[in-house]
């Protein structure tokens, strides 16, 4: 080990807490996690000199490849204008621009006004609170709570939080934040009764498929059917299009692909292609408008960092590649090339009990041959993707699911790389 490598790892585990993290084990005697230190293309280099396909794309957040030229310039040159302005009382090109390019993706009086914040969590906070709001401002105070779906993952503040069917992600929170009823598909949600619909301000969703939830694709025609459900009961559509959007299901947005306007669209991750913290939440005229007026009506909400502009730039940079690059139309034969290939993979290893496959992204759930899931003190997932880094490949598993959500720009040589990993990791 490099002496740099070890001072690195002594400080950090001396001082950092890691998320999602057991930290006895990361601090325990003998553990030598990675330390990450480049990165281009869709490769990661750590300090000892090793390369790895970035097979989950930096958690999720990676589109065109680390340190791609264009969205370096970006961000270089936008640094050297000004890194940082309040947004508060003021305002400057960067969000402007980036706010009418995200409206321009729908059709015209739809979603009209952009909210921005920090992260997938704070999308999603903002357009709770702007749910409630609204209804209160509307006459309809009653309309207080939501309805999330079981197994479902919105982040880690308190109000998105609550909105989660993971247990595990709760803590010591359960029970605070909003009122939320859990459903597990359209059948529970048509079978609520009345007196829950009428105290209901929105229904949250992940559009096309459920990322924590072990990369659980909805039913065709589900997020239709639940916009017209929403519509006839006067219920808010809220999507949670972090993990979706910008590419990862083939379109620009998973509610594309049905042809659906939410009320409130929440958007993070690839929002600056991977490379800056910035959300932002996506809203119609009608709901803004209920914000106008009187001081009281006022949205009391915002973060020191909203609209910074390096995020801004690097927002809009990972746009004008989309279009520079085709990368929507680049995508489809490489989605069915990740299709081949995963389904080869599965004929090859009886562990594969199954693979989970929405656009780009990919969950492939290991259990026994026989069919039987694996004792949870196993970790075999964990196992497995620890095994794969050996052959150059970095992810992460949900339970005994591995993921593998590679960057868009990840080319079909790539993805071989990724999946020929996994197949060794495996023990093919």
């Given amino acids: 080990m490099r002496d740099d490598t070890r001072r690195w790892l002594e400080a950090d585990q001396a001082h950092c807490w890691h998320p999602f993290t057991r930290q006895a084990e990361w601090c325990g005697h003998g553990h030598h996690p990675l330390v990450l230190v480049k990165g281009e293309g869709v490769w990661l280099w750590d300090s000892e000199g090793r390369r790895y ?12 490849g680390h340190g791609h030229p264009h969205l370096v310039a970006a961000i270089r040159a936008q640094l050297e204008r000004v890194a940082h302005t309040s947004f508060l009382g003021f305002t400057h090109p960067g969000a402007a621009d980036l706010a009418a390019r995200l409206c321009a993706f729908f059709p015209d009086h739809t979603l009209e006004r952009v909210f921005f914040s920090d992260d997938g969590s704070t999308a999603i906070e903002c357009a709770l609170k702007m749910a409630v709001q609204f209804r209160l401002q509307t006459d309809a105070p ?49 079978a609520l009764p009345g007196k829950i619909l009428a105290g209901t301000a929105g229904v949250v969703i992940e559009p096309l498929i459920q990322g924590v939830n072990e990369m659980r694709p909805w039913p065709a025609g589900m997020l239709a059917a639940l916009r017209a459900w929403c519509d006839d009961h006067g219920i808010h559509l809220i999507l949670d ?3 979706t959007g910008f590419g990862r299901t083939g379109s620009m947005f998973a509610c594309q692909r049905e042809n659906v306007i939410p009320d409130f669209l929440c958007l993070a991750k690839g929002l600056t292609g991977g490379y800056l913290p910035m959300a932002a939440t996506l809203t119609t005229g009608a ?32 746009l004008e590649v989309f279009e520079q690059e085709k990368t929507l139309e680049s995508l489809a034969p490489k989605i069915e090339h990740l299709r081949r290939g995963l389904a080869a993979l599965k004929s090859r290893q009886p562990l594969i009990h199954e693979i989970r496959h929405c656009g780009f992204i990919a969950g492939i759930e290991l259990r026994r041959p026989n069919g039987e899931k694996f004792p949870p003190a196993e ?42 990993a996994l197949d060794a990791a495996l023990g093919g």
């Fill in 287 to 318: 709901i803004y408008e209920a914000f106008l007026g009187a001081a009281e009506r006022t949205f009391y909400y915002g973060h020191s960092y909203t609209a910074n502009p390096l995020g801004c730039a690097a927002a809009l940079a990972s």
């Fill in 53 to 64: 396909f970035d097979g989950n794309s930096s958690i999720w957040t990676n589109l065109h």
């Fill in 241 to 243: 299009e972090v993990l």
């Fill in 142 to 190: 009653e309309r207080s709570g939501f309805i999330a779906f079981a197994n479902g993952y919105h982040g880690d503040t308190l109000g998105a939080a609550s909105l989660g069917g993971v247990g595990r992600f709760l803590g010591g929170c359960r029970g605070l934040g909003f009122p939320v009823q859990h459903v597990a598909s359209l059948e529970e949600l048509h």
């Fill in 379 to 420: 970790r075999i997932g964990e196992a497995i993707c620890l095994a794969a880094r050996a052959h150059g490949l970095l992810t992460r598993p949900i339970l005994d699911t591995v993921v593998l959500l590679p960057p868009l720009a990840a080319t079909p040589a790539d993805l071989d790389h990724a999946l020929a």
